[in-house]
C-alpha cells in the first residue's frame, strides 16, 4: 500500500499547532470539541532504538495533545521531564524523519460535512501516479492510497471524499471522474463513524 497524502487538507478550522520546530505556537478555535491534535509518526523500525524518555514521550504524545494553553507543559509535566527536553527530542524527531508533523483529525460530521464514502478507482499501475496526485489535489479528498488489485477487484486507488450532503458529494465524484478520465469506480458510503483514534505506537 503507497500513502499518496496525509491527512488533512480541508480548510474546515482556523488551527496553527506547530509553525516549525524553532515556533511553536498553539492556537484553536472554537471548534476545538470537533478535532483532535495527532502526531504523524513516520514508520520507522526505530522503536528499539528509542531511548526510555523517548519511549516516554511517544506513549504521552500519541494520544493527541491536549487542548489547552500550554500543552507541551502539561505533556512534559505527565512524562516527567521539563518542557525544553520535550521541545528538544521533537525537534530532534522532526529533523530526523522520525516525526513527519503534527497535525488535525477533525470530526467531519461535527463540522458539518456530514456525508462522505471510501471511492476505490480503477485506473491501472501506468496512471497511477500521476492520476494519484490529481486526485490528491482535491480539497474534498484527506486520504489518497494506491493498493493491490485482486482477481475480482481491479482497484487500485482509493480516496476518501467528503461533502456537506450527497448531492455535494455526487458532484464532487463527477468532477473526480472527469479529472481521472474514468467512470469505472465504486463509492463505499458512510453511514456512521465507529472509531477514529490516532495509532498506539508503544504502550
Known sequence: MKMLICPTKMPIIWFQALASFGRFNYNVSLLEMSWTLIVCVILKNEKGNMTDIERRILAVIQRGLPVTE??????????????????????????????????????????????GAMVAWRIGPERIEEVGKRMAAFGCVSHAYQRPTAANWPYDLYTMVHASDGEELQRNLKEMSASAGTDDYKALLTRRELKKVPPTYVK
Not at 81 to 98: A, H, N, R, T
Not at 99 to 104: K, N
Open 70 to 115: 500550554s500543552p507541551y507543559r502539561d505533556m512534559a509535566r505527565e512524562v516527567g521531564i521539563d518542557s525544553s527536553e520535550l521541545l528538544e527530542v521533537l525537534g530532534s524527531w522532526k529533523e530526523s524523519g522520525k516525526m513527519r508533523r503534527i497535525g488535525a483529525i477533525v470530526n467531519h460530521f461535527r463540522v458539518g460535512m456530514g456525508s
